[in-house]
């Protein structure tokens, strides 16, 4: 893909979108910056780009003649229905995103595809951990936080790409092909982007809308809306499962084995010698040993990172201890359906702290399940009111409303006694008072290891 001299549109400046400019000037391409946001608040990234010598940049408001644009490249935060993005496809200008843009330039590395509502990230993580430890060439990256575009210039066709995909990003695939593409699971997310689930699940499924007979789709066959998709792939299409004893895939048997039966029936190992705890993260397992075994990945590895992986930072990260008061920090619980997979984790009563940015979420499965342990809710952010509400009407009895995060966790402290659980597991974005989920949640622990 040659793009030297051509006008590209660089759409947002986010992370990938820095990283994104300084490999359109090695190219060099001509590259016209646009962000809604001003010159005043981009100015620490702008002082990063300060030695980008073939940028141009429109701050404050989108660009009214793209007469001259060859290609749009669009950060996955601008929604692709926005007036301006409208226009650029009316006068039939392609519009992609960094995925995509790295797929075209990159030099033929093996993509490991991994998407769904919940448990991308820690899924990820495992798959990368296990190629690494069999000695892949192996790269982390995607909406985990490491831009694809950074690995376009070090990678190879033996290369490894496990890559997180949200469905942002995959809104925008137009060639991208993964070598093994995995759904884990669909919840109602980003409802005020998608506006239905339908739109919602589409975007996902464009993970596999390129593979061929070559390939492999790994589905959670135990979710009906991502086990319906089987008849669209074309890809080899291998279940796991935990509920179900399948008669091809990954599942566990009547002895709690996890088992894999694709070429031939292999006993892997039993659950309880799984380091991560929960059944949703028995789904992620069975999830990454398909990815695994599929790739070639050496049985022994596979089962010494199965035992010894720990949670990623942000997803049910233990933080300390204090008065025997746990404190738990699940700040990538981001939808209800993630943080009712961090409450059923736990036994123990929990003080839950919630709330943020508004993504038209339902609340109320979450809290009918909450009242088996969650003693109190502590709540902020843009919902607040929203949960309130729904918790008043399901009969919560201790409900503190705080500014803060330090509120949060002082409040929870005083509510808390021995033997419970502090956990912040919002159940929202943090785009209301926090740039992302991880600052949010090393604000927590912050605050966490202040207390005396």
Same mark, same amino acid.
């Given at each position: 893909?040659?793009? =030297? ?26 590259? #016209? ?11 620490? %990234? ?22 001259? #644009? ?22 039939? #200008? ?47 990256v995607g909406n985990i936080g490491n831009p694809? %575009? +950074?690995?376009?210039?070090?990678? +190879? ?29 669909? /919840?109602? +997310? ?6 239905? &689930? ?32 089987? /008849?669209k792939c074309r890809a080899k299409v291998i ?26 029936? #292999? ?91 508004? =993504? ?19 709540? &902020? ?12 009407? @399901?009969?919560? =009895? ?6 803060? &995060? ?36 090393? +604000?927590? @622990? ?7």
């Amino acid at each position: 893909m040659n793009l =030297k001299n051509k006008n590209i549109l660089l759409v947002g400046l986010a992370k990938t979108g820095v990283s994104t400019i300084k490999l359109l000037d090695k190219l060099e391409a001509n590259i #016209i910056v646009n962000d809604i946001k001003d010159e005043e608040k981009l100015k620490d %990234i702008l002082e990063e780009l300060k030695d980008i010598k073939r940028a141009q940049y429109i701050l404050g408001y989108h660009p009214e003649n793209v007469d001259h #644009i060859d290609l749009a490249v669009v950060s996955p935060g601008v929604p692709l229905d926005l007036p301006f993005i409208l226009k650029l496809k009316k006068e039939n #200008i392609e519009i992609i995103g960094e995925v995509e843009l790295a797929y075209r330039l990159s030099n033929n590395p093996i993509f490991v595809g991994i998407t769904g509502t919940n448990g991308k990230t820690t899924t990820t993580s495992l798959v990368g951990e296990i190629f690494k430890a069999n000695k892949k060439d192996t790269y982390i990256v995607g909406n985990i936080g490491n831009p694809v %575009i +950074d690995t376009v210039e070090t990678t +190879d066709e033996n290369s490894y790409l496990v890559t997180e995909l949200s469905s942002f990003q995959l809104e925008s695939i137009v060639d991208f092909k993964p070598r093994v593409a995995s759904i884990l699971n669909f /919840s109602p +997310d980003h409802l005020n982007r998608h506006h239905t &689930m339908e739109n919602y699940i589409a975007a996902k499924a464009n993970i596999f809308k390129n593979q061929d007979e070559n390939d492999f789709a790994i589905l959670n066959y135990d979710d009906e809306q991502v086990r319906q998709l089987s /008849s669209k792939c074309r890809a080899k299409v291998i279940f796991f499962s935990r509920k179900e004893k399948l008669e091809k895939g990954v599942y566990l048997d009547e002895n709690n084995n996890i088992v894999i039966d694709i070429d031939e029936k #292999i006993v892997l190992l039993n659950k309880k010698e799984l380091s991560l705890p929960g059944s949703h993260n028995l789904e992620n397992c069975m999830a990454a040993i398909a990815m695994s075994y599929v790739s070639n990945v050496e049985l022994e590895t596979l089962k010494y990172v199965l035992r010894t992986f720990k949670a990623v930072e942000h997803r049910l990260e233990y933080v300390r201890t204090l008065n025997d008061i746990k404190f738990v920090n699940d700040s990538k619980g981001t939808n209800p359906d993630s943080t009712i997979k961090a409450i059923t984790s736990y036994e123990n009563p929990i003080i839950l702290i919630a709330g943020g940015y508004n =993504k038209e979420s339902d609340f109320n499965e979450l809290l009918e399940i909450g009242k088996e342990n969650v003693k109190a809710l502590v709540l &902020m952010g843009e919902t607040a009111n929203i949960i309130e509400k729904c918790a008043k009407e @399901k009969d919560y =009895k201790t409900i503190i409303r705080v500014d803060n &995060m330090k509120e949060a966790v002082e409040a929870s402290y005083n509510l808390a006694k021995s033997g419970d659980v502090i956990l912040l597991s919002p159940a929202c974005a943090s785009w209301d008072m926090y740039k992302s989920f991880e600052v949010r949640g090393c +604000d927590f @622990k912050d605050n966490v290891n202040n207390l005396k």
